[in-house]
């Protein structure tokens, strides 16, 4: 039993690792249907009319690129395929360049033209004071997009002024930036939000989820996995579902046996 | 030098503290006006924290490296990194800083190459800690902990599409624990916080809490 309590941590790495492995090399389906909370940015997106504009802010960085960059695709995708003009933005000084590759990339299939049907207008520092500043008018807050063009006149920000004019705005956070958007933006400028969060994030949001103010919630690559069956292009987050679900069991029998050799041990006893 | 160091802040900090919160509630043209000069100057004055950032990062590591502190040789690697990192930015594909962002530079590559699998793998390692922390010290010693512990072992299972097939009721329990009693958890925490925030910007405000003024002469 000791001896077992002990194990050199290096074995349990290892099965972690063929946790995720094995399930990626043998390919097996499971189910995933939509929650109540993913499919509330889905509709709320469905029911914008052709030609509206959806806000995206990209506020994550490469430590969390993996369960936040098949979330942004898989909005651009409906926006896209919806014919909504994207536009972008980060609060991430290490977020441009995996935002710009997202909204460029999934443009390109649709036919989409930088400036015209999208814009990233790339990071600028400050958090709570860019909301503020983009509730007061978007063109001071960004005067030029990531490539230098100048935002005015621009036709992918046609009618657009401040935030109050976007259709939905969603945040897909990997910190305490839907937050600040709730209480710097939504609550100020009146305008729909969505979130999009990692797993660890996911629990704190409930409480405004039930206030209402925001619209739905994708948590971590489970809530990306979700959208992307709702839009039918089932790809990156669909896939990590079966090296995820494996994964889970194994720590849920770690948790178990872990605790059945140290009650039989006798050390809860000490 | 004290009425510099101390009194000038204070009154600043009073000003602007009252000023802006008497703006908020105020919806006339000249409130609006006065709101978006300052989060100009804000927006500003952040991006000035870059320069005091990169100061304390390679102050405290030329410090390591001038004093040999146990693992002083990563330290060249923080100089090392961060000064190939500047100076590709600033290169700018060979336009130069002062011009547009260009397509395709190294520095681009070093982002898409370095940056994002590095950040990738650090945050993966996590599910490695994670396992053999389940395995070697989540124990139902107490009520509380056990209570904890069959919490997290159905959220765990009810949030991945497996847990559907090993038990159809799993995925509803797990979002009636998310909804309920964790939301009244977190929305309690949050409330706190909130109180203890509004509290100590009272406090700034009033000048009672000069931490921020930091310390010496």
Same mark, same amino acid.
């Given at each position: 039993? %000791?001896?077992?309590?002990?194990?050199?941590?290096?074995?349990?790495?290892?099965?972690?690792?063929?946790?995720? =492995?094995?399930?990626?090399?043998?390919?097996?389906?499971?189910?995933?249907?939509?929650?109540?909370?993913?499919?509330?940015?889905?509709?709320?997106?469905?029911?914008?009319?052709?030609?509206?504009?959806?806000?995206?802010?990209?506020?994550?960085?490469?430590?969390?690129?993996?369960?936040?960059?098949?979330?942004?695709?898989?909005?651009?995708?409906?926006?896209?395929?919806?014919?909504?003009?994207?536009? &972008?933005?980060?609060?991430?000084? &290490?977020?441009?360049?995996?935002?710009?590759?997202?909204? =460029?990339?999934?443009?390109?299939?649709?036919?989409?033209?930088?400036?015209?049907?999208?814009?990233?207008? &790339?990071?600028?520092?400050?958090?709570?004071?860019?909301?503020?500043?983009?509730?007061?008018?978007?063109?001071?807050?960004?005067?030029?997009?990531?490539?230098?063009?100048?935002?005015?006149?621009?036709?992918?920000? %046609?009618?657009?002024?401040?935030?109050?004019?976007?259709?939905?705005?969603?945040?897909?956070?990997?910190?305490?930036?839907?937050?600040?958007?709730?209480?710097?933006?939504? %609550?100020?400028?009146?305008?729909?939000?969505?979130?999009?969060?990692?797993?660890?994030?996911g629990p704190d949001m409930y409480p405004f989820l039930q206030s209402k103010q925001i619209t739905g919630l994708m948590s971590g690559l489970k809530g990306a996995a979700e959208y992307e069956v709702l839009i039918g292009h089932e790809a990156h987050a669909v896939a990590g579902m079966s090296p995820q679900s494996v994964v889970h069991l194994l720590i849920v029998l770690f948790v178990l046996v872990?605790?059945?050799?140290?009650?039989?041990?006798?050390?809860?006893?000490? | 030098?004290? *009425?510099?160091?101390?009194?000038?802040?204070?009154?600043?900090?009073?000003?602007?503290? /009252?000023?802006?919160?008497?703006?908020?509630?105020?919806?006339?043209?000249?409130?609006?006006?006065?709101?978006? $000069?300052?989060?100009?100057?804000?927006?500003?004055?952040?991006?000035?924290?870059?320069?005091?950032?990169?100061?304390?990062?390679?102050?405290?590591?030329?410090?390591?490296?001038?004093?040999? !502190?146990?693992?002083?040789?990563?330290?060249? *690697?923080?100089? *090392?990194?961060? $000064?190939?990192?500047?100076?590709?930015?600033? !290169?700018?594909?060979?336009?130069? *800083?002062?011009?547009?962002?260009?397509?395709?530079?190294?520095?681009?590559?070093?982002?898409?190459?370095?940056?994002?699998?590095?950040?990738?793998?650090?945050?993966?390692?996590?599910?490695?800690?994670?396992?053999?922390?389940?395995?070697?010290?989540?124990?139902?010693?107490?009520?509380?902990?056990?209570?904890?512990?069959?919490?997290?072992?159905?959220?765990?299972?009810?949030? /991945?599409?497996? $847990?559907?097939?090993?038990?159809?009721?799993?995925?509803?329990?797990?979002?009636?624990?998310?909804?309920?009693?964790?939301?009244?958890?977190?929305?309690?925490?949050?409330?706190?916080?909130?109180?203890?925030?509004?509290?100590?910007?009272?406090?700034?405000?009033?000048?009672?809490?000069?931490?921020?003024?930091? $310390?010496?002469?």
């Open positions: 039993m %000791e001896r077992l309590l002990r194990i050199d941590r290096r074995y349990l790495f290892a099965l972690v690792a063929l946790a995720v =492995t094995i399930p990626l090399l043998i390919r097996f389906d499971l189910p995933v249907p939509a929650t109540k909370e993913v499919k509330g940015i889905y509709d709320k997106i469905d029911s914008l009319p052709e030609g509206s504009h959806i806000l995206i802010a990209f506020d994550y960085d490469p430590a969390s690129k993996e369960e936040l960059q098949p979330m942004a695709i898989a909005l651009l995708h409906h926006c896209f395929r919806n014919n909504i003009k994207v536009v &972008g933005m980060t609060l991430y000084p &290490g977020g441009p360049g995996l935002a710009d590759r997202a909204i =460029t990339e999934t443009g390109k299939q649709y036919g989409k033209v930088n400036g015209e049907d999208y814009v990233f207008l &790339g990071f600028k520092t400050g958090f709570e004071l860019v909301m503020i500043n983009m509730g007061e008018n978007i063109y001071s807050a960004f005067p030029k997009d990531f490539h230098g063009n100048s935002t005015v006149g621009m036709p992918a920000l %046609e009618g657009i002024q401040s935030l109050e004019d976007f259709g939905f705005v969603i945040d897909l956070a990997s910190g305490s930036t839907i937050e600040a958007w709730i209480a710097f933006g939504k %609550e100020k400028y009146n305008f729909d939000l969505g979130a999009g969060c990692t797993a660890v994030i872990g605790n059945f050799l140290y009650f039989m041990s006798g050390r809860s006893k000490i | 030098m004290n *009425f510099l160091k101390r009194t000038i802040p204070l009154i600043i900090a009073f000003t602007m503290g /009252v000023m802006m919160s008497l703006q908020y509630y105020v919806p006339h043209e000249v409130s609006q006006s006065l709101l978006k $000069g300052v989060t100009r100057w804000g927006i500003t004055i952040a991006g000035f924290a870059v320069f005091i950032g990169a100061y304390s990062l390679f102050h405290l590591h030329w410090t390591k490296i001038k004093r040999k !502190h146990p693992g002083w040789g990563y330290s060249i *690697f923080v100089f *090392f990194g961060a $000064g190939i990192t500047i100076f590709l930015g600033l !290169h700018n594909g060979g336009e130069g *800083f002062w011009q547009n962002k260009q397509e395709g530079t190294m520095f681009d590559w070093m982002y898409f190459n370095v940056q994002v699998p590095a950040g990738a793998t650090m945050f993966s390692i996590l599910a490695f800690f994670m396992a053999s922390a389940a395995y070697r010290t989540f124990r139902a010693r107490t009520n509380e902990a056990t209570i904890l512990l069959v919490a997290a072992v159905i959220v765990m299972l009810g949030r /991945v599409p497996v $847990g559907a097939l090993i038990w159809e009721y799993l995925p509803p329990i797990a979002d009636w624990i998310m909804s309920v009693p964790n939301m009244a958890a977190k929305r309690g925490i949050l409330i706190g916080v909130s109180i203890g925030a509004i509290a100590t910007s009272l406090k700034i405000i009033f000048g009672i809490e000069r931490a921020y003024l930091g $310390g010496g002469d």
